[in-house]
């Protein structure tokens, strides 16, 4: 492991992950960046991703972002809780600050989006909350691409997703959810 992560391992597991990023978020950087990378393009070329409209939940500093760009997306809307700082430094762009407890309440409804990217995040959401939020995601948009690099979560059909395609690209897992709203 490298000094970093083990840097970001050892301040998880002192403050945990709420108070990692609230400490951290202003200067975050994701270790995994490259791999991320990676994987991002490797999906976009194998599966129809629609990058016409795409919110990045839990954005960091823009990992997504920027590839997505470097790929053709035009539209790109951030949210995070802890980075905006760092996402406007990388990015140029504000990023709006709603968490996943704000989102699983509603606070995008009304919102449509082609595509929710979600890289190494979503297993940050509370179990118990994990259903709300994956509904009122597939309320925000057609499809989802969740990279992580755990096994977790799974995201079930009666929460509004069917897993279309997955694949692991260097430890990476990628995801790609077809919203039920959308069939
Ligand atoms: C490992 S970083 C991933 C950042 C970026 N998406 C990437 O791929 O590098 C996890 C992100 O989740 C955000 N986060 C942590 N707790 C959150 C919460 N409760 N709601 C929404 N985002 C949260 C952090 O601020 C951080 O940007």
């Not at 992950?17 to 393009?41: F, K, M, T």
Request: with cysteine; hydrophobic share 45%.
């Amino acid at each position: 492991m490298t000094d970093e992560l083990t840097a970001i391992r050892l301040q998880y597991e002192k403050h945990g992950a709420r108070g990692y990023y609230q400490r951290h978020g202003a200067d975050y950087r994701n270790p995994h960046e490259d791999v991320i990378g990676q994987a991002l393009r490797a999906v976009v070329a194998q599966w129809p991703l629609d990058l016409a409209c795409v919110l990045d939940l839990a954005c960091g500093s823009g990992e997504a972002t920027l590839v997505l760009r470097e790929l053709g997306a035009t539209q790109i809307e951030g949210v995070d809780p802890y980075t905006q700082a760092a996402y406007r430094a990388r990015t140029g762009q504000a990023a709006e600050g709603f968490d996943f407890a704000a989102i699983a309440a509603g606070a995008l409804r009304g919102r449509q989006y082609s595509l929710i990217v979600c890289s190494f995040a979503l297993h940050l959401t509370e179990a118990s909350r994990l259903p709300l939020l994956a509904f009122e995601l597939s309320e925000l948009a057609p499809q989802l691409l969740v990279l992580t690099p755990h096994k977790r979560p799974l995201l079930k059909p009666e929460w509004g997703w069917r897993l279309r395609e997955e694949t692991v690209i260097e430890r990476v897992r990628a995801r790609w959810f077809e919203s039920a709203a959308a069939l």
